[in-house]
């Protein structure tokens, strides 16, 4: 599956241009915020961080 069949995950309404170009990636990417940390707590997982390597 490339790029353009894939549904665009939360980042896509992000403003970060870094944020935004992980937008079609095949993950269920939280920006930082309290949907993370609400979900992670309902799941008792942890959060994993990005910090960005770009």
Same mark, same amino acid.
């Given at each position: 599956?490339? #790029? +353009?069949?894939? &549904?665009?995950?939360?980042?896509? #309404?992000? %403003? *970060?241009? /870094?944020?935004?170009?992980? !937008?079609?990636?095949? &993950?269920?990417?939280?920006?930082? =915020?309290?949907? !993370?940390?609400? %979900? !992670? %707590?309902?799941?008792?997982?942890? &959060?994993?961080? *990005?910090? =960005? /390597? +770009?």
């Amino acid at each position: 599956m490339t #790029n +353009s069949n894939r &549904v665009p995950n939360r980042l896509i #309404n992000e %403003k *970060s241009p /870094y944020l935004l170009q992980h !937008a079609n990636n095949p &993950v269920d990417w939280f920006p930082w =915020g309290q949907e !993370a940390f609400d %979900k !992670a %707590k309902d799941e008792d997982k942890p &959060v994993f961080l *990005s910090i =960005g /390597y +770009s």
